[in-house]
């Protein structure tokens, strides 16, 4: 890892529908906000209570821009790890700053969630991606007739 870079692995909830944008080489970009939210047990009342969130804007380059976009929505919970870094902008004349992570593998958390992996071969694009694509090699796995939520994820039925 380079010497000043701050990684980050974080979990949590897609709070907004990821949003693509076409770059100028051809390539492409997603982004969507992530809000982790802490759970710890009250002892008072004998419940699990919300404690503290986190919200970050993830960012997804190429690759996985389009398998993220084809494979995950609004409200799945999934693991992000990637390189986090403040953003400074203009906000007509006051400087704020956003906090984001630059992506570099994002998956459904497992935990709360079954998935079907499609291996993708060099060269070839996701079903449902922008361009059209020879089908995607994939491997056969055992449902178990949980409440599906989105492309290739499915919820947990608990």
């Not at 009250?42 to 821009?65: M, N, Q």
Request: aromatic share 6%; net charge neutral.
């Amino acid at each position: 890892m380079p010497i000043g870079e701050t990684y980050l692995n974080i979990n949590g909830r897609i709070a907004t529908e990821p949003t693509r944008r076409e770059l100028d080489d051809g390539g492409e970009s997603l982004g969507f906000l992530v809000i982790s939210t802490e759970r710890r047990f009250d002892k008072e009342t004998g419940k699990w209570v919300d404690g503290h969130k986190c919200s970050v804007w993830v960012t997804c380059w190429r690759r996985l821009a389009r398998h993220v976009g084809v494979s995950l929505r609004k409200g799945d919970e999934v693991m992000v790890a990637g390189r986090l870094r403040t953003r400074e902008y203009d906000d007509d004349g006051a400087t704020r700053c956003v906090t984001e992570v630059d992506a570099y593998a994002v998956g459904p958390n497992l935990a709360r969630a079954t998935a079907t992996v499609v291996r993708v071969r060099a060269g070839t694009h996701v079903a449902g991606a922008p361009e059209a694509s020879p089908a995607p090699e994939t491997r056969e796995q055992p449902r178990v007739a949980p409440e599906p939520c989105s492309a290739g994820v499915v919820r947990d039925a608990a």
